[in-house]
């Protein structure tokens, strides 16, 4: 796994602090994996997310705080290691129990990884000025052009051979 090395200006990320951005990178890279493709973290969805945190997302902090806490008690509890040290099967068994809501300590566990869930796919397919879907990846992953200017109706749900875009302003009309 690539260290976590994409950061804001200000050389640290918006909400985020270095280690649950470790742990937020591991668990988005099992959500997400890479495999002959880019996964989550290639992406960009970790960034998409701190990014998201630090403004329209915010009222999630606690949760994530929170959340990635019990990541790593769980870990050192189930495993007697740090998550972002262990074994993938053992990430995606202990990522199971915060799906099912099975974590002693954390009744939030389900609702957490739900939101990390969403979030992370968001991350992979949102539009790129949001923070994610870095070099249009995501879209490219499943075929879709983007917010293509003039894109007839016609052609909605039918696949077509274009590069994708990310928005863009339509042209200025000549009078």
């Known amino acids: 796994m690539r260290s976590t090395t994409n950061k804001s200006p200000a050389g640290s990320f918006k909400a ?3 280690t649950e951005a470790r742990i937020l990178e591991a668990i988005a890279g099992r959500i997400f994996p890479a495999t002959e493709t ?5 992406i960009g969805a970790v ?8 403004g329209d997302y915010g009222h999630f902090r606690a949760l994530y705080r929170n959340g990635l806490r019990a990541v790593e008690r769980h870990a050192r509890e189930k495993f007697a290691g740090r998550f972002t040290d262990l074994k993938d099967h053992e990430k995606d068994d202990l990522l199971a129990d915060f799906e099912s809501g099975q974590v002693q300590g954390f ?13 992370v796919l968001e991350g ?3 539009e790129p000025h949001y923070g ?10 499943v075929g879709f ?6 894109y007839p109706d016609a052609c909605i749900n039918t696949l077509v051979d274009l590069e994708p875009v990310a928005t863009v302003e339509p042209p200025v009309e000549k009078k």
């Not at 880019?38 to 290639?42: I, M, S, W, Y």
């Not at 052009?145 to 003039?150: A, D, F, L, T, V």
């Open 47 to 54: 960034d998409y997310i701190d990014q998201a945190l630090a």
């Open 16 to 18: 985020l602090n270095p």
């Open 38 to 42: 880019p996964g989550a973290v290639e």
């Open 145 to 150: 052009p983007g917010q293509q200017y003039g």
């Open 107 to 119: 009744k939030n566990a389900a609702n957490f990884f739900e939101t990390v869930r969403c979030h």
């Open 124 to 126: 992979v397919f949102c």
């Open 132 to 141: 994610g879907n870095k070099d249009l990846i995501g879209w490219r992953l």
